[in-house]
């Protein structure tokens, strides 16, 4: 992959940051440069960058927000220096995972067919994390796809995104726009990968290269897992359904009864989180809270997408 920049947001998680720099000088995983974006740390994360560019390894890039504009703001900031620079592969993930040695060159098997893939990742007890959806239009959600994916083939075609690890050309990035700041923290990523899908293949590959390094409190449910979350997040998840919402109106996609039962079922698998995983219920409130705010975006007859973003004379990526 020629020119692969990797886009790291952080946030007051240092030495997970330096985990995750040290690990881009192993043997085959090293990208032409790492973009560093802070939501304005209050803690040493200046000190850990400042010690990586010293130490060698892949040049860094160091961009330290004035404001926390949440991982979304973040992601959107970073695209955008990568797309200035030049890059013409984008490498985004977040701060608390570790790239695994050979993860660059296990990718680039993929490149030479497909613009836009995630490959597989390791829990942070080392064992493979079921991570394989697809996003139904009609409900506006997102589902895991029950079954063995890679059982016939190492590449499984979806229509969804994550920023632990999801690689796309400059070209799509141009042509989708920027992360969009507006959802601050999730949904941002997911919707970002059907943004992709919907000019070009966006594909899981049989590779592990990334292994999530924070632990956290889960319930394996089979087909999926249920992580511990926190009253933002749960504010955040039912909020950023007007932006969901408006993103299938732009594209013809918004199905009314569908999306509100979607809704419906987004507010009951938060529940079943604070039940099952947290074992309380005093997130509820912030779910509502957040229900109330989505109404208020979803009404913005204003509302407009991102736009694509121009490309520079002699940046960008060459390829379709």
């Known amino acids: ?12 998680r240092a030495d997970f940051l330096r985990n995750l720099l040290h690990s881009f000088t192993g043997p085959g995983s090293a990208p032409a440069q790492v973009l560093v974006v802070d939501n304005a740390s209050t803690d040493h994360t200046a000190d850990v960058v400042a010690q990586a560019m010293s ?23 970073g695209v955008e220096l990568a797309l200035e620079a030049g890059a013409e592969w984008l490498w985004l993930m977040d701060d608390d995972v570790e790239v695994l040695p050979g993860a660059v060159d296990a990718l680039d098997k993929f490149a030479a067919d497909y613009s836009c893939m995630i490959g597989r990742r390791y829990d942070a007890n080392g064992k ?8 139904v239009e009609s409900l506006g959600i997102f589902l895991p796809v029950s079954r063995d994916v890679f059982k016939h083939a190492d590449v499984f075609g979806t229509n969804v995104g994550n920023f632990e690890g999801m690689l796309v050309t400059a070209s799509v990035a141009r042509d989708i726009g920027l992360p969009d700041p507006r959802f601050f923290i999730t949904w941002d990523d997911l919707i970002y990968g059907w943004l992709a899908a919907q000019r070009t293949p966006v594909v899981y590959v049989n590779a592990f290269v990334i292994k999530k390094v924070r632990a956290q409190r889960q319930v394996d449910l089979g087909l999926r897992h249920l992580n511990d979350s926190s009253d933002l997040s749960r504010r955040y998840v039912m909020r950023n359904r007007g932006h969901v919402a408006q993103y299938l109106k732009a594209y013809g996609k918004y199905n009314r009864a569908g999306f509100a039962a979607g809704t419906a079922l987004t507010f009951l698998k938060e529940m079943a989180r604070l039940v099952l995983v947290e074992r309380t219920l005093k997130g509820a409130g912030a779910l509502w809270r957040g229900w109330r705010e989505s109404r208020t975006i979803l009404a913005d007859t204003g509302w407009k997408p991102m736009p694509p973003v121009p490309a520079h004379p002699g940046s960008g990526s060459r390829r379709d």
């Open 1 to 12: 992959m020629d020119n692969l920049y990797a886009v790291v947001v952080t946030y007051n």
């Open 55 to 77: 130490a060698g390894g892949p040049p860094i890039r160091y961009e330290r927000l004035d404001r926390n504009v949440g991982g979304a703001g973040g992601f959107s900031r």
């Open 128 to 135: 493979p994390f079921f991570w394989q959806h697809h996003f």
